[in-house]
């Protein structure tokens, strides 16, 4: 899964990584080392405008959205808190993001994010505590983690909220021994046909899913200063020294 996770790209870097144009909506946000659920972070999506061909690739927009997803249908912004993952094995038939998976696709994006590892109890020991591990490309890229969005309007404030939830896969051999799932990271080849509203067979879309290859990210123990969402800095993804 993914709980938590650091973005400190700038508008401007997220706007060449991405060429996407920066939305009326978007606030520019300070480096997040610590992004957790309900925060606002930065998304890209996907417009198809009437002016633009039919063959074009869809625009692309930056944004910020609120992580974790509300369905259109919910009463309260409350069961977000619940929906901030969705399995790419069933997101395309469960109900809070059917529709999301058929219209309303994107990319978030991310420097790392944070997995929490349990390591075995041993017998007349004290329980093993949860080490936090820091996982991030090896080539310091960003990371385009594949997400949908949903618009959901307060009927208190009658104001709208866009939120999004991260799909998650089976982790690679090696990430698998934090977690047994990992967050689902797309390749630039596959950005326009994820991001394109246009409607496409739920196969054709589960075609774009496919998992990175092992290797490509570095994983390592950090300071558990990160389990406090107040904590926020550069410090947090900091190795600490091997043991």
């Known amino acids: 899964m993914c709980g938590r996770y650091a973005t400190t790209q700038t508008s401007a870097s997220l706007n060449q990584a991405f060429e996407a144009d920066l939305v009326n909506s978007f606030?520019?946000?300070?480096?997040?080392?610590?992004?957790?659920?309900?925060?606002?972070?930065?998304?890209?999506?996907?417009?198809?405008?009437?002016?633009?061909?039919?063959?074009a690739p869809p625009k692309r927009e930056l944004m910020t959205a609120r992580w974790g997803l509300i369905p259109s249908w919910a009463k309260d912004a409350s069961i977000g808190n619940r929906m901030i993952?969705?399995?790419?094995?069933?997101?395309?038939?469960?109900?809070?993001?059917?529709?999301?998976?058929?219209?309303?696709?994107?990319?978030?994006?991310?420097?790392?994010?944070?997995?929490?590892?349990?390591?075995?109890?041993?017998e007349g020991e004290p329980k093993p505590k949860k080490q936090p591990f820091y996982i991030t490309p090896k080539d310091a890229s960003v990371l385009a983690m594949a997400g949908l969005y949903e618009f959901w309007k307060d009927r208190e404030s009658d104001e709208w909220v866009t939120s999004f939830t991260i799909l998650t896969t089976t982790a690679e051999d090696q990430l698998g021994q934090l977690h047994d799932r990992m967050p689902l990271f797309l390749e630039p080849t596959a950005y326009?046909?994820?991001?394109?509203?246009?409607?496409?067979?739920?196969?054709?879309?589960?075609?774009?899913?496919?998992?990175a290859a092992p290797g490509r990210l570095d994983a390592f123990a950090v300071s558990t200063?990160?389990?406090?969402?107040?904590?926020?800095?550069?410090?947090?993804?900091?190795?600490?020294?091997?043991?």
Request: proline share 13%; hydrophobic share 40%; charged share 25%.
């Open 27 to 55: 606030v520019e946000l300070e480096a997040d080392y610590n992004m957790a659920p309900t925060k606002l972070a930065p998304l890209v999506i996907g417009r198809r405008p009437d002016e633009l061909a039919a063959d």
């Open 85 to 122: 993952n969705a399995r790419t094995e069933t997101a395309a038939e469960k109900p809070a993001f059917r529709k999301a998976f058929a219209r309303r696709r994107g990319l978030v994006p991310a420097d790392g994010y944070y997995e929490w590892y349990t390591g075995p109890a041993r």
């Open 192 to 211: 326009d046909a994820w991001l394109d509203p246009t409607p496409r067979p739920t196969e054709q879309l589960l075609e774009l899913l496919i998992p």
């Open 225 to 243: 200063a990160v389990n406090n969402v107040r904590n926020n800095g550069p410090e947090l993804i900091v190795p600490l020294p091997p043991e």
